[in-house]
T-cell receptor, first 113, second 112 residues
Framework: GESVGLHLPTLSVQEGDNSIINCAYSNSASDYFIWYKQESGKGPQFIIDIRSNMDKRQGQRVTVLLNKTVKHLSLQIAATQPGDSAVYFCAERSGGGGNKLTFGTGTQLKVEL | DADVTQTPRNRITKTGKRIMLECSQT?????MYWYRQDPGLGLRLIYY???????NKGEISDGYSVSRQAQAKFSLSLESAIPNQTALYFCATSEGGRYEQYFGPGTRLTVT
């Protein structure tokens, strides 16, 4: 079956550094990708999304890069802050009808002071 | 997200009991979803509804049922709770024609 996965379960960064969180996907038909942030005890929060016809999209302090050749997605967080500590996971829409998303397992980002 | 609320936030129940989790949204979205989250696994879709008259099974619907009482309300029921249904349950919404989903704060369910 198709899957969405993350390379690193835990990522530790120093405050102020840039963070890069990676995601591999296996369905070449996926046409939409989304990153979520989940803080402890809370529901997932939308961060940024990208369609398959793009290879880069920027938001406030975040950038998503899509490499369709190697089926790889990454989330870059600039100047990481303590409030960025959370689990980050990606999701893909595999095409076809409907809005169904397939979610990855997540990476824990820890920001060290 | 205050636009999507879930009740209760925590629940402990015994094996065999029927339990209902409720979700309400003020986002005006047509589409609503129920997921469960387990440690080490991604969110898995239980049921989804694209409008009040539409109910669809997700990948793990066995042992669950849903009711879409109104555009803004979508409830999940466990007919006879079992311990392996212990998990975090999330409700989500999305707008027709858009793919991003917005999640509620979750319900932590423990079945003993």
């Amino acid at each position: 079956g198709e899957s969405v996965g993350l390379h690193l379960p835990t990522l530790s960064v120093q405050e102020g550094d840039n963070s890069i969180i990676n995601c591999a996907y296996s369905n070449s038909a996926s046409d939409y990708f989304i990153w979520y942030k989940q803080e402890s005890g809370k529901g997932p929060q939308f961060i940024i999304d990208i369609r398959s016809n793009m290879d880069k999209r920027q938001g406030q302090r975040v950038t998503v890069l899509l490499n369709k050749t190697v089926k790889h997605l990454s989330l870059q967080i600039a100047a990481t802050q303590p409030g960025d500590s959370a689990v980050y996971f990606c999701a893909e829409r595999s095409g076809g009808g409907g809005n169904k998303l397939t979610f990855g397992t997540g990476t824990q980002l820890k920001v060290e002071l | 997200d205050a636009d999507v609320t879930q009740t209760p936030r925590n629940r402990i129940t015994k094996t065999g009991k029927r339990i209902m989790l409720e979700c309400s949204q003020t986002k005006g979205h047509d589409r609503m979803y129920w997921y469960r989250q387990d440690p080490g696994l991604g969110l898995r879709l239980i049921y989804y509804s694209f409008d009040v008259k539409d109910i669809n099974k997700g990948e793990i619907s066995d042992g669950y049922s849903v009711s879409r009482q109104a555009q803004a309300k979508f409830s999940l029921s466990l007919e006879s709770a079992i311990p392996n249904q212990t998990a975090l349950y999330f409700c989500a919404t999305s707008e027709g024609g858009r793919y991003e989903q917005y999640f509620g704060p979750g319900t932590r369910l423990t079945v003993t």
